[in-house]
């Protein structure tokens, strides 16, 4: 396993527990492609490919006299551009003599213990001695530029990375117009793409299309990762399902425009693109510079969408969340967002913590509207100093009063943004971002602050760092409301506005390590309008992000099931709010809504004064329950066993590591009449273990005074038989059956422990 090198053949074999990625360096001198997948043995594969004359297909000058010879078909690591593959480019450049080509011939190699770091951004990090680096020289003899394509291996976890450094040795200035951290060639085979697309409150909604014979981008020009879409694809054979077929993921670690490209090309084939979004990028280099792209993390599983998740799911939680809360045991928190927007003062804020407190909370979250003139969401944002009008007690003794009822406390912020009604924007108009000459776009009324100026960064951080430090803040809300437009810095020259939304980016990284490197002890969660930002990059300085603002349960669950193809269970904020939901009218019972958010780090967004006696009842023996699945939900194997849609109830699954627990979780989505029963085959069991099931639910005895409830009586003996046993082969072969029922999205949560 790892990185092993046949010098005489020039073959780069990086292999893992179940994977093995090939390339080799040919006899003109090109670093192709030979092959990712199951592993074959530390087998040669360049058998697979013969080259042959193509007509269209022209020959790189290098090849002459050699017809067979082109680039356009050959399969490659990293492609040059503007020659003779008319496929998509991994890479565009402007030359200093204006040409667009680029041709990249093999240099040398090095092969470094541990893993490779990239400058100023975010990256896979290694626990120990588990990963190794290879790196790959490359250069254009015609204009010197050079090209050092890097690749991390993580053996045990089934994980490659790979980034490119792009250095300019040519003999003037170079403009990169396209810098793409990888591409892969699939010579064979026929798949299709796994996207997961959405917008703002329904995001990462899971897509499955073929890849045909054009071009297909999913991106973002959003100055974010975005709610529409999300940095992450998978791509798979067809025919591949969540326990079969070959699949391969792909996940930018990146924040900022991104794109990945597919493209089958006339004979097949299938290349993949994936790193900063082209359009609006440019970046210029001077002699002796070097660009870093962003990393992609890549998995194969040759067993389906299961597996490959709980690979990136391993990676993310070991490797990229680097929070001290990680591991830890999170507080079950109330958020107070849904249950107060704007309208609150400190006594508001005592009774509603005071009422938290008697539910079982354990963390107080104050939302947006404590800070300047903030009491809609048109001012104030950028003045980081307390609203006295609304906190009159000062927010010391706030803190100071819900820590004596034995509640943590938190605090929102939105440190990328600010209102032209504000005090920091009349003082530094020209922080914002803004192109001169016209009007800045706006979005919820507020302007983005210009990150790739460091005195805007050293503001935030100063303003915000005073507020964290005047009392005891445990956890911090991130948030971003709007998408990023404007892009511009005077500050640069003309021709290098084409850098300013990726200097955007490595700032908020910047403010973001600045942060989390004070405050270490403080437990951050990211947000942006829900999940506009959620990527690998941001899980690098905060382990969990509010999912999405859509809180009714229904959707949430088609929101947490695609974010679960790339993302685990523990980075995802997911909360119980109130009913009738705000964000859709939907009436749904409090039970179904809690076994909804124990799909991520559980908690509450709604004004405790409003519940029932027989709510509150109920909520906290959810709190309960909660804490005692804590480790089975947090850091269990996550199984969806439904695809969204396809029945009349979904239903999930997370099992111990050990296999020793497992928490079943179904939701009725669609009433209907004299429904077939439901019938749920288990995974991830030990087939060779008893386990034995209690069920949760709030189908109490209403359900069964309504006259002739249909299969009430059968229902009522299933929910009231204690203590029955099944093994593990059963539950997973056989399966478990459920009565069907009766009534709006009711909801099960079933647990199995070994007996
Ligand atoms: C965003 C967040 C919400 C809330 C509001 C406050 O929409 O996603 O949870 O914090 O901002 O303005």
Redesign the pocket.
């Known amino acids: 396993m790892g990185i092993t090198i046949n010098a005489e053949k020039k073959i780069f074999t990086l292999e893992t527990a179940h994977s093995a990625y090939q390339m080799q360096v040919d006899d003109r001198g090109f670093l192709r492609h030979l092959y990712y997948g199951s592993r074959v043995n530390g087998s040669d594969m360049s058998y697979m490919h013969i080259d042959y004359d193509r007509s269209f297909s022209a020959n790189p000058n290098c090849a002459y006299p050699v017809r067979g010879y082109s680039l356009d078909v050959i399969p490659q690591e990293y492609t040059g551009c503007g020659l003779c593959d008319f496929r998509i480019s991994s890479i565009g450049v402007i030359n200093p003599d204006g040409s667009f080509a680029a041709e990249f011939h093999y240099d040398s190699f090095e092969v470094r213990k541990g893993k490779y770091t990239i400058p100023g951004q975010p990256a896979v990090f290694e626990n120990g001695e588990e990963a190794e680096t290879l790196v790959i020289m490359l250069s254009d003899p015609a204009t010197g530029l050079s090209l050092e394509l890097l690749y991390g291996v993580f053996p045990e976890k089934d994980v490659i990375t790979r980034a490119a450094r792009i250095i300019n040795r040519t003999a003037g200035t170079v403009m990169i117009t396209k810098a793409g951290s990888m591409s892969l060639d699939f010579s064979y085979g026929d798949f299709d793409l796994l996207s997961f697309h959405g917008r703002?409150a329904m995001e990462r909604v899971m897509e499955r299309t073929p890849i045909v014979h054009n071009v297909t981008s999913i991106r973002s020009r959003r100055g974010q990762s975005s709610h529409q879409h999300n940095p992450f694809v998978i791509i798979c054979e067809k025919g591949a399902n969540e326990d079969y077929g070959n699949c391969y993921g792909f996940m930018l670690v990146y924040s900022g425009n991104f794109r990945a490209e597919t493209e089958k090309d006339q004979f097949d084939s299938t290349r993949i693109v994936m790193g900063i979004e082209p359009e609006s990028f440019r970046w210029k280099l001077e002699q002796g510079e070097a660009f870093d792209t962003p990393e992609v993390i890549l998995s194969f599983s040759a067993h389906g969408f299961t597996e490959l998740s709980h690979q990136y799911h391993r990676i993310i939680r070991h490797n990229i969340c680097r929070s001290k809360y990680n591991f830890a045991r999170r507080p079950v928190l109330l958020?107070s967002?849904?249950g107060s927007?704007?309208s609150f003062d400190d006594q508001s804020l005592l009774k509603m913590a005071a009422g938290a407190k008697e539910l079982g909370v354990e963390l107080f979250v104050l939302?947006?509207?404590w800070f300047g003139v903030r009491n809609d969401?048109n001012s104030g944002l950028g003045d980081w100093f307390v609203n006295e009008a609304k906190i009159r007690c000062g927010l010391p003794k706030l803190v100071d009063d819900i820590n004596a009822m034995g509640l943590k406390f938190g605090i929102?912020i939105?440190p990328e943004m600010v209102n032209e009604d504000s005090d920091l924007y009349r003082a530094h108009p020209d922080w914002a971002l803004n192109i001169p000459g016209r009007g800045p776009c706006r979005g919820?009324n507020q302007l983005v602050l210009n990150m790739s100026k460091p005195e805007v960064r050293d503001y935030v951080f100063d303003s915000i760092s005073k507020v964290l430090k005047s009392a005891n803040i445990e956890y911090v809300?991130w948030?971003v409301?709007r998408n990023v437009a404007d892009v511009y810095n005077e500050q640069f020259p003309v021709d290098r506005q084409g850098e300013i939304a990726h200097r955007h980016i490595l700032g908020i990284y910047d403010l973001l390590e600045r942060f989390t490197g004070t405050f270490p002890d403080i437990l951050f969660e990211g947000?942006?309008?829900?999940g506009?930002r959620f990527d690998a990059a941001m899980m690098y300085y905060y382990p969990q992000i509010?999912c999405?603002?859509d809180t009714d349960a229904i959707p949430r669950i088609a929101i947490q099931h695609g974010t679960s193809f790339g993302y685990p269970v523990s980075t995802i904020g997911a909360h119980v709010s109130a009913s009738p939901n705000h964000q859709t009218g939907r009436i749904t019972p409090v039970n179904t809504r809690a076994v909804v958010a124990m799909h991520g780090t559980f908690g509450y967004?709604l004004d405790p004064a409003k519940l029932t006696e027989e709510e509150k009842k109920e909520i906290r023996s959810q709190i309960l329950y909660f804490k005692e699945h804590y480790d089975v939900i947090q850091n269990g194997l996550y199984y969806r066993l439904t695809n969204i849609g396809e029945q009349y109830f979904e239903a999930w699954e997370q099992v111990s590591e050990d296999r020793s627990e497992a928490l079943l979780s179904v939701v009725i989505t669609v009433t209907q009449p004299n429904a077939r029963l439901i019938h749920i085959k288990m995974k991830g069991l030990d087939p060779e273990v008893d386990y034995r099931m209690d069920v949760r639910t709030d189908i109490d005895e209403k359900v069964f005074t309504i006259p002739d409830f249909p299969g009430g009586s059968q229902l009522k003996e299933f929910l009231q038989k204690e203590g029955r046993v099944y093994s593990g082969a059963a539950l997973m072969n056989g399966g478990i059956t459920l009565p069907w029922l009766m009534g709006n999205y009711l909801a099960m949560q079933l647990s199995f422990r070994k007996v």
């Open positions: 703002h958020n967002w849904e927007y704007f939302d947006d509207g969401d929102w939105e919820r809300k948030d409301n947000c942006s309008g829900g506009g509010w999405s603002d967004e």
